[in-house]
């Protein structure tokens, strides 16, 4: 099966906190309804380094949060506290408005740590834009883990190998963690119209052609349908590696700063909001972080 493949490029998100980011990417907006992805660390976090994220508003989108190493304290303006560690999905619907900040807990500030985990954003259907914001937290024991011959599946999101995660999305989607042990394969069957998968460590192979460090494997719509089935090889030793996917998104996306939405005047709307301090406040925090300069655009 033929695969287009994206590069990731660096953006730094302030003290030195340096994500590799695959999407929105100009080949492809969005993988089912995954319109952002980033992927941070493996990262040693120095005592006197400030990982932070300020508080930010969203509209339009649900983020994502899932680690690997460390933990994140997320706070935000519906008044939800939780420590993310790894292993949890914490799904945070923004629809018509939230505002949130991710700090280093206090048992791990001013201490040497590390830090390694995946950003998205899932844009919600166009019914479902201006939802009430919300937040869920699904912890690791919940979600279902798939033993295999030389492989492990935890089914994050959606349905995969016959188990089916307790995540609640707004439309079909598929976010799979899956380990394989050197020289195993994994045939992935029933995969949604758009998936892609992105390597975490390790040597991987679809369908025999190696994918390099930090891309993102864009897998054939019109080949998965017509019944394909991508094979995932580890190399000479174990990998691990990410599945994400599910049915196309109901129209283009326009992308500002931290919003998304399907009607550009709404971002203008959000913009507006933000700068007059519209959007609600998170409990216990007071930094605001201005609207940046640069002009409304389509996200390519």
């Known amino acids: 099966m033929s695969a287009a493949i994206l590069k990731s490029h660096?953006?730094?998100?302030?003290g030195g906190f340096v994500v590799r980011r695959l999407l929105p990417a100009a080949a492809k907006q969005a993988v089912g309804p995954f319109i952002f992805f980033d992927h941070f660390g493996p990262i040693d976090v120095a005592p006197d380094a400030n990982h932070d994220?300020?508080?930010?508003?969203?509209?339009?989108?649900?983020?994502?949060?899932?680690?690997?190493e460390g933990a994140i304290d997320h706070r935000d303006s519906i008044g939800s506290y939780q420590r993310i560690?790894?292993?949890?999905?914490?799904?945070?619907?923004?629809?018509?408005?939230?505002?949130?900040?991710?700090?280093?807990?206090?048992?791990?500030?001013?201490?040497?740590?590390?830090?390694?985990?995946?950003?998205?954003?899932?844009?919600?259907?166009?019914?479902?834009?201006?939802d009430e914001p919300s937040f869920t937290h699904t912890p690791q024991a919940d979600i279902p883990v798939v033993p295999?011959?030389?492989?492990?599946?935890?089914?994050?999101?959606?349905?995969?190998?016959?188990?089916?995660?307790?995540?609640?999305?707004?439309?079909?989607?598929?976010?799979?963690?899956?380990?394989?042990?050197?020289?195993?394969?994994?045939?992935?069957?029933g995969?949604?119209?758009?998936?892609?998968?992105?390597?975490?460590?390790?040597?991987?192979?679809?369908?025999?052609?190696?994918?390099?460090?930090?891309?993102?494997?864009?897998?054939?719509?019109?080949?998965?349908?017509?019944?394909?089935?991508?094979?995932?090889?580890a190399g000479s030793g174990p990998v691990q590696f990410v599945v994400i996917g599910g049915e196309p998104l109901d129209g283009h996306r326009f992308l500002f700063w931290n919003f998304v939405s399907s009607s550009k005047e709404r971002l203008s709307q959000a913009a507006d909001d933000w700068s007059a301090q519209r959007m609600g406040q998170v409990p216990g925090e007071t930094e605001f972080i201005p609207l940046p300069k640069a002009p409304l655009r389509p996200a390519t």
């Open 191 to 233: 995969l949604p119209a758009e998936a892609a998968i992105y390597p975490i460590s390790g040597e991987v192979l679809v369908d025999g052609v190696a994918l390099a460090p930090h891309t993102m494997a864009l897998l054939e719509a019109g080949a998965v349908q017509a019944g394909a089935v991508p094979v995932v090889t």
């Open 10 to 14: 660096e953006k730094d998100l302030g």
């Open 53 to 68: 994220v300020r508080p930010h508003p969203h509209i339009g989108l649900a983020t994502v949060t899932y680690l690997f």
């Open 85 to 130: 560690e790894p292993g949890a999905i914490n799904w945070m619907t923004a629809g018509r408005g939230i505002v949130h900040s991710e700090r280093t807990p206090h048992d791990l500030a001013g201490q040497p740590h590390r830090t390694h985990g995946l950003q998205l954003w899932a844009a919600l259907p166009k019914a479902h834009e201006e």
């Open 148 to 189: 295999l011959d030389g492989a492990v599946v935890k089914v994050l999101i959606g349905t995969a190998f016959g188990r089916t995660s307790p995540v609640r999305t707004y439309m079909q989607t598929l976010y799979l963690d899956v380990a394989l042990e050197a020289g195993k394969e994994l045939r992935l069957e």
